[in-house]
């Protein structure tokens, strides 16, 4: 009986883990535990996917993001806080060594206080700029709520993204509209690394309210050069993502009604967007995972130790498989290639020999089979078989295996009659044997006249 109520009670445990696939354990930071009645929806959406938070004041003293050197948090999301920085234990320095050991952040700011220098030297480390003067606010005098906003027109009143670009996947779209206020705007650098989500209308600028003067003559920036959300995934695929505007993350704004100038009254998505944008950070959605890669010689009836060999020849007819599978929310699925897009093979010693165009050949109920067939280059040396997959909000993929490919053996080379090349030097060779021959037989049977005379008078 103990036994089955123990499976029973295991079951259970199970049934309540976190959907994401790199851990349940959610550090939130909040300077003021008043506030946290202003989020009970966000924190309620997130315990309710299997999170456990811990709430915690970045003036604890006892705060580390590390234990005996491991993560001792999965995730961090980062309220904006209201003093200077979030003290020396969440440091720029602290929290890209957390992104380092594969831990994910979500960063919220607000317009509404001034942005702590810390915060932007952490920012300034991902190549992520906000106004000089830490203090503007994203202002759109035809993009915003009449409803609250009337005088200010700081509270933008925007679609939710849609597809962000035509070679990626649908993780932030849909339908609805999204109330972003008192946003704070930055802009993202040249890298590959970063990506906007959510980007401020054409005719949005950033302002700052402290300013005496009531016209603006210099702005940060404007237009879609603002973002008002952004994701940085790094290289070894953790993830920071920036939202600047952490009231749109408050109960007030998940059940809002607003309403655009000319247009009607509706309520607001952020909830679904909140969800959309935690999934993502904290590796809900979006993550690659590869569960084998086989290669061999393109033949029929392949045994075990056929499988990856450590060898091949020069011209040798090659098989090329990986199987991959995306984690969506709580399983993994087959992937699929985003439109537009293509998953490659690169066959290289120094540079490629072979870049190849993997095809899904199959589908399993959890994975996609890609593969490929080629001829291995008549090039002897140390190669590799490389898949090196990176793309905005996919985990990177990056396998590299290698082989040596040799030459042919001395008995591995084809007959030379079998060469249809070589037919003209052979006729010409045996033409010559034939003619030798003929000459010896001619000569051997073709005595001198003299010679017949000579014994015919002796026989007389």
Known sequence: MRWCSSLLLFGCLAAVNALSSSGNRLLVVLEDAAEKGLYSTLFGDLEARGYNLIFDSPKNEQLSLFELGDRAYDHVLLLPPKSKGFGPSLSPKNLVDFLNNDGNVLLALSGKSTTPSAVSSLLLEFDIHISPDRSSVAVDHFNYDTLSASEKHDVLVLERP??????????????????????????????SLLAPILRAPATAYSYNPKEDSGSVEEVFATGSQLALASAMQARNSARFTLLGSVESLQDKWFSATVKAPGGKEVKTANREFAKQLTAWTFKETGVLKVEKIEHHLAKHGLALEDLNPTIYRVKNETVFTIEISEYAHDRYIPFEIPENDALQLEFTMLSPFHRLNLTPIKTTENSTLFSTQFTVPDQHGIFSFRVNYKRPFLTNIEEKHEVTVRHYAHNEYPRSWKISGGWVWIAGLWSVIAGFLAFVVIWLYSEPASAVDGKRKKTQ
């Open 162 to 191: 849609g597809k962000l670009r035509p070679d990626t996947k649908e993780f932030f779209g849909g339908e609805g509209i999204l109330a972003v206020p008192s946003a704070s705007p930055h802009t993202l650098g040249d890298t």
